[in-house]
């Protein structure tokens, strides 16, 4: 009987390991590669971000990603506030205007489309999520709102990813549909790769190529989902500060105790 217990028991232990084996081997497997530390403006603990990068981040943004991804979360008027791409009042509803979004009823009941205004979010590419797959071959783009803060490894993983299409190794089989990218888990993404050089024409002398393009879109979302960094970081610079000058005065004021008891006690042994 005890025979019994004892197989029955090694049985059941071996039963519970493999689907254990197998779920922490499909974990290792889908675990997301490392990616490279980037050298960023904003990097704590008194980074800022660079407006001249945030607006080429949203040009390419505005050139390529958003004809798949939206921004939900963010108005027209976010372009302008310290701290962001900082355009002018004028550039804001100039951008606006060129984007046409729905609006109404009208006095006869019907919708229509009219230019957007700064207070207007930004317009999504799709109507709703169904047309979103149906035209990305069953796959739902994700918004772009808080991207790089969703994503372990922030901007780090997005620059990574953006650079990382190449051809895949030799005895990889790449799914129909799929394409190979380095960084993002599996190696097999059903986005295409966005980027090329030359896509977006940069007015400002900065050369056109991937790298470039994946580094300011990298920080162009990054300030989108963390749009008072440096305000944080200001407010841990100044916490930091009081707390130095409370540790010194605190110092200081030990010693000036510690002072007067020696000297009491130094008097009456005297």
Known sequence: MKTTSLALTGALAVCLALPLAAFAEEANNNHAPEVAGQDWSFTPPFGSYDNAQLQRGFQVYKEVCANCHSMRLLSYRNLGQPGGPEFSPKAVGILASQVQVPDGPNEKGEMFQRP??????????????????????????????????????????????LTGYHAAPSG???????????????????????????????????????DNYARDVSAYLMWAAEPKLEERHMLGARVMIFLLVFVVIMYLAKRAVWARLKHRDATHAA
């Open 172 to 210: 990889f089989e790449v799914a129909q549909g799929m394409h190979y990218n380095q960084a993002f888990p599996g190696h097999q993404i059903a986005m295409p790769p966005p980027l090329s050089d030359g896509v977006v024409a940069y007015t400002d002398g900065t050369k056109p190529t991937v």
């Open 116 to 161: 957007a205004r700064p207070s207007d979010r930004f317009r999504s590419p799709f109507a709703n999520d169904q047309l979103a797959r149906v035209a990305n071959n069953g796959a739902l783009p994700p918004d772009l709102s808080v991207i790089a803060k969703a994503r372990p490894g922030g901007p780090d993983y997005l620059y990574a990813l």
